[in-house]
Each structure stands twice: as C-alpha cells, then as structure tokens.
C-alpha cells in the first residue's frame, strides 16, 4: 500500500543499508509526542454526502490519509476529534484502523465550537500528556510524514510553545494569511476570508504567492493546557479558542514559530467539491509520477488514476483512460486499457483488459478481457478470453473461452479449453475441458462433460415452478440443435442426439436420441459405436461400459483395439423409452 511517505521524493526516512537512524530515533522517544486530528466539523460546504473527513481521494478517505502521515512519526497517542456523524466516523477508524499500535482513540466535541474548541476536547483526553501535541485537520489529504516531521523537529529545536505549518499558495481563499515582522518572524494570523484575496486599490492577487496557514500546529503540551486553563477561568469562551491560546501566548512572550512546506501541495485542503477535485488531481499526478520512475508506462498521465493501494509492476502498461483502483495488481507485460476499469483485482503477466470493467477478479498471465465485457468477482486461468460478455462470479480454466456477447452467471466453472459462444447464458454449471456451447442457448444446473458439445438453440429445462433440478451431460456428447433437457435427467458418455430431440429420460451411454412426433423419445442402444466407430464419442461410450475400441491418435495414426462390432445389450436394467410395437404405431 503506498503511502505519501513513498510518493514524496524529497522524504529522507528511505531505509538503507543500516536502517533508517531518523526514524529509529523518532521511535525511541515517541512517548513524547502525541497526534491529534480534527475530524469534527459538519463541511456544509462539501454538501450531502459523507462526512467530509470520509470522501476518498486516491482509493482512501482524507481522514486515513491524514492517519497514515501522522503514523510516520510514530505518536505515543492519536486522538481523533468526531462530532458531526460520529457515528460513520468512529466506525471508519474501528474498520481501517483496528490493527494499528496505538489504535486511534475518540474524543468528541459536542457542538461545532470552531478549531480551538475542537482541539481543547482532545486536550482533555490527554491530561497527564507533557511532550509535543501535533495538530492536523482530517481534510488535509495530501500531507506527508516528511512535512510534519519537520515541523515538529523545528518546533522542539526552537523550544516554541507553538509552531505552525505554512505555505505559499496564488489563492489564498479560505486560508488564514501569515504575518510576519520585519525580521521575518511570527506577528499575527488573519482568520480565513472566503472571498478571493485582492490587493489594496482593488486589483486580482492574479499569481502571486501568499504565505497561508496550513492548520497544522505543534504545540508544547504544558503551554497549550496552560493557555486553554487561562481561557476556562477567564470566561473568554465566547470566540475563536484558537485566537485566544495565541493571545495567551503572546501575552506571555512565548515563542511561535512557523515552518513552511517544502512543497505548497502538501498544505492543501478540501472544503468545498471544487477542493476536493483539486486535492485528487494533485494526488493522482504524484502517483503517477511515482510509477512512471518505477518504470511503469502510463500513455496518458492525465487520464489515468491509480488508487494508492494499487500495485503495478515495472513493464506494465496503462492506456488513456483508465483507472486502477483499490488493492488492485499490474504484473509487468500487462496492459490495461484503454477505457478501463480494474479494481480491487490481480491482472497477471502479459494478460489484457481493453474497454472493459474488472473488479474483485483475477486473471492469470495472458489472460484477455476484450472490449465491452464486465468481470466481476471471477477468476481466469493463464490464456482464458472473454469477448464482450459478462462473467459473474464463475471461474475459466486455462485457454478457456467466452463470449462475444455471453452471460456466464454465478457458480460456473469452465475447465481448460471450454468454450461458452454467443448469445449463451450459462449458470451454476460446469463445463469440461474442451466441451462447448457454440451459441444461442440456455444451460442451467448442468454438468456437462469433457469434449461435449451442445448445438444451438438448445436449452436445460430445470425449474418446475418449485425446485430446480440438475442436468448431468457425459463426455464427448453431441447434442444436436434445438434440444431440450428436462431435469433431472442424466445423458451417458458418447451418446448423441439428432435436431429437435425432446430428452426427458435418462440415455445410456453411446445412444443416439431422437424424438419422434411432438413428445415421444426414442432411443437406439449402441447406434455411436456402430455408425461411429472410432469417434471419440464411441470410445467413451465403449469404456463407459466396461468395453474397448479403436481410437485416433493426436497425430492421425489409428489406435487398434479390440471392439464389439455389434451393437451392445441394453445396460442392466435399462428399458428402451419406445417399443418397436409403439413405433410402429406412431
């Protein structure tokens, strides 16, 4: 899963030889530093939808990727702060974060009070707390460990008792401007202006850079506890709790300082949907520049989006339009696209998906999803193909086959070399290797064998308006067009049946079945071996009962065993479905 850690270039926590000495430092003395996220807030602006610290960005919501940075640092504690849905909030963190060390705890804020009054619920929670508290806003999905790493290695440098994270942006709407001295320090935070920033006499601020508050804070635990005490006991509670711990600061001379993010991105936040386009189209870009160093060819960088637990391996190809999501994997030789959808998937070597949506599946090396077609949570082995079908929770064996324009429904099996054509719906049945159903028929609840091959317009008749019933098809049958099976009923081994055949009773195998007027069916024992010989169907018939025969080789030469060269007696307690009496009177 990648993190903002591996896609920020300028992170120097990389392991190398020897490990990684910053962070170990980091861990050796986490018990003094301690997180904490806003997550309070009721983003009217965002409008009806989730939460606002829960719309994702990148495959994640904005509150774990926030979660995910701060967890760099290793905190000793990390308290979220809900408030608005609450509910939704806390049941994101027990799903996303339960096996985290610490997990995160809660603490809620009964009203919306503003930042300040967010961050004084949380300071409750952490009572006995003295080391550094790190403050962060739960819509700053673009944060990285790095930044906050350095603000808080700067704030505990300096001995501030506050230290803010900066950045300059062109709009400065909806952040607060930082001031400073002439010597370049901390005088004062302008509270946000929701309008656009406009220079004095009235012109656009246009491009230039205003340095702005990012929301981000350090603070020493003893002088923000002290302050919000001051505040309590003054009865200054009704303003912005943030402006006033900085007055209390001030008053008391106590040092704040500012750092600023290296990369102005990284202090972006999502109020509104014309921010939260913003932050996922800076995030999809830093993804993929990741991959393109890693060797990975994206055509169209703008067009492609790749989640954040997305993996692809170098040598794996992404055309325009395409979008790789969730935990899905890219093996190299792969090429997705274009105007695709993988997600939550395994896409194996040299396998294809073009036009089309995968999800929940995996595909085996060479695999090929052709366009138009929906996969959905099924598998397919090394070299299957699927043609503008859909695939439904069924599984394809090795050079399998379906489509165009298939619908394989749940339960389906096709073992290697199967193939469903077109216009066939197929559901909760298996099909053995190289059997097949060439086109336009329905098999329900069916077992049909290896090297059967069902004709077109046939269909399995399995419901009788109370239980469905199954269907079992011998190997190397071949049933003809326009039949129909009436469950439950079992057809044996080399058995075939002529055009229009009506089969609701058990064959025998190596039969052949035909229907006589609208409804009679008659069956002539041994008619496979007699006026086959040789066939694979008549082989199968032979051994199926217990006899041999001659068969084809691969190669054209011919097999020579002994056969029966009459027609064998009926199976034991087999009874012909039609007399030569009855025929005659048919």
């Known amino acids: 899963m990648i993190s903002q850690k591996i896609l920020d270039r300028r992170s120097e926590w990389r392991s190398g030889p020897g490990g990684d000495p910053e962070r170990r430092a980091r861990e050796e003395h986490a018990r003094e530093l301690a997180a904490v996220v806003l997550a309070a807030g009721n983003g009217e602006r965002m409008g009806p939808g989730p939460q606002k610290v829960l719309r994702e960005v990148g495959g994640r919501a904005m509150l774990g990727h926030v979660l995910d940075a701060v967890a760099e640092l290793a905190p000793r504690r990390t308290v979220v702060v809900t408030g608005h849905q609450r509910a939704d909030v806390e049941a994101y963190l027990a799903a996303r974060f339960a096996d985290a060390a610490p997990a995160p705890e809660t603490a809620v804020q009964e009203h919306q009070g503003g930042y300040g009054h967010a961050l004084l619920a949380a300071v409750h929670r952490l009572p006995d707390f003295t080391g550094t508290i790190l403050v962060s806003c739960g819509d700053a999905p673009l944060l990285t460990g790095d930044t906050l790493a350095r603000l808080v290695a700067e704030h505990e440098k300096a ?61 020493d635990a003893t002088a923000l506890r002290a302050a919000f005490d001051d505040l309590l006991a003054s009865g200054r509670t009704t303003g912005e709790y943030l402006a006033t711990v900085l007055d209390h600061f001030t008053a008391h001379d106590l040092r704040v300082g500012i750092t600023v ?25 830093r993804i993929n520049r990741w991959w393109l160093a890693a060797g990975v060819d994206i055509a169209d960088p703008a067009t492609a989006w790749i989640d954040v637990g997305a993996r692809l391996a170098a040598g794996a190809v992404v055309l325009p339009n ?41 595909l085996g090396a060479g695999a090929r999803v052709r366009a138009y077609s929906t996969v959905f949570k099924s598998e397919l082995g090394a070299g299957a ?202």
């Not at 990369?263 to 999809?284: E, F, K, S, T």
């Not at 036009?355 to 599946?361: G, I, L």
Request: net charge negative; charged share 20%.
């Open 159 to 219: 001995g501030n008792a506050m230290t803010l994270l900066s950045g300059h942006l062109p709009d400065s709407a909806g952040y607060s401007l930082v001031l400073r001295s002439e010597v370049g320090e901390y005088e004062a935070l302008l509270p946000p202006d929701r309008g656009d920033r406009r220079e004095p006499g009235g012109s656009p601020v246009g491009g230039r850079l205003r340095e702005v508050g990012a929301g981000v804070y350090a603070f």
């Open 261 to 285: 993010a290296e990369d102005p991105d990284d202090i972006l936040g999502a109020n509104d949907q014309v921010q939260l386009a913003r932050v996922r189209a800076v995030l999809r870009d």
């Open 322 to 362: 395409t979008r790789v999501l969730g935990s899905s994997s890219v093996a190299s030789g792969a090429v997705i696209g274009p105007d695709t959808e993988v997600r939550d998937s395994a896409v194996g070597e040299g396998a294809l998906v073009e036009r089309s949506t995968v999800t929940a599946s995996d």
């Open 385 to 586: 193909e699927v043609t503008s079908s859909v695939l439904d929770q069924a599984a394809l064996g090795p050079s399998a086959q379906v489509g165009p324009y298939a619908y394989v429904r749940p339960d389906t099996r096709l073992d290697k070399g199967a193939k469903v054509g077109t216009f066939v719906e197929i559901k909760n049945s298996t099909l053995g290797a190289g059997a097949k159903v060439p086109h336009l028929s329905y098999i329900g609840d069916a077992d049909i064998g290896e090297g059967s091959n069902i004709g077109g317009l046939s269909g399995f008749a399995n419901y009788d308006g109370r239980k469905k019933y199954r269907s079992v098809v011998g190997r190397n049958v071949r049933i003809g067009g326009q039949n129909g099976l009436i469950a439950p009923v079992t057809i044996g081994d080399g058995v075939y049946s002529g055009a229009r055949a009506l089969i609701a009773e058990d064959v025998p195998p190596g039969a052949l079945v035909i229907s006589e007027g609208s409804l009679k069916q008659r069956t002539i024992p041994g008619w496979v071996q007699k006026n086959r010989p040789g066939s694979a169907s008549a082989i199968a018939a032979a051994m199926a009962q217990g006899e041999t025969g001659e068969m084809e080789t691969a190669d054209g030469a011919r097999q020579q065993v002994p056969r029966t060269t009459g027609a064998p007696e009926p199976t034991a307690g087999y009874e012909p479905s039609t007399t030569d009496d009855e025929r005659s009177l048919s």
